[in-house]
């Protein structure tokens, strides 16, 4: 199975105190929260270009597995991780925040993002 195609958020858990515990201001989780961001992920080989757009912003990352690539962060940081594949998932750690990118079935994603004890959890389905 693939990751490429075009996904939007359909729900989310812990939105707001993961969004907190990384930093976000309260008016920008205000307004993201009800958002549906949209993914669209290019797979080629082991090299992945996902573009996420949630509202106005728009954020780019590509990176191939196993090397280690510049990663924008939802704060706008830029990280230095290495992306590895693991069965039908993607993982990194980007700065004590442990992402898993899960191809659930052919139309689902599953994102799980950890941070101490709080887990963000992004569900996406194919458009």
């Known amino acids: 199975m693939s990751f490429s195609g075009k ?5 989310q858990e812990n939105f707001e105190p993961f969004m907190k515990a990384i930093g976000l201001p309260d008016e920008l989780i205000q ?6 961001s949209i993914s669209e992920i290019e797979e ?10 949630i ?5 780019t990352n590509s990176f191939t597995i196993g090397k280690e690539a510049d990663i924008e962060t939802i704060t706008g940081e830029k990280v230095k991780a290495v992306v590895m594949r ?3 998932s993607l993982k990194v750690s980007l700065k004590g925040i442990e992402s898993v990118t899960e191809l659930v079935d052919e139309n689902t994603i599953l994102n799980t ?8 959890k992004r ?4 458009m």
């Open 44 to 53: 080629t080989g082991d090299n992945f270009k996902v573009t996420v757009t």
């Open 55 to 59: 509202g106005t912003k728009v954020l």
């Open 7 to 11: 996904y939007q958020l359909e729900s």
């Open 113 to 120: 993002m950890t941070l101490g004890s709080i887990v963000y």
């Open 31 to 36: 307004k993201g929260k009800n958002i549906k």
């Open 123 to 126: 569900m996406l389905k194919r």
């Open 86 to 88: 693991e069965g039908k």
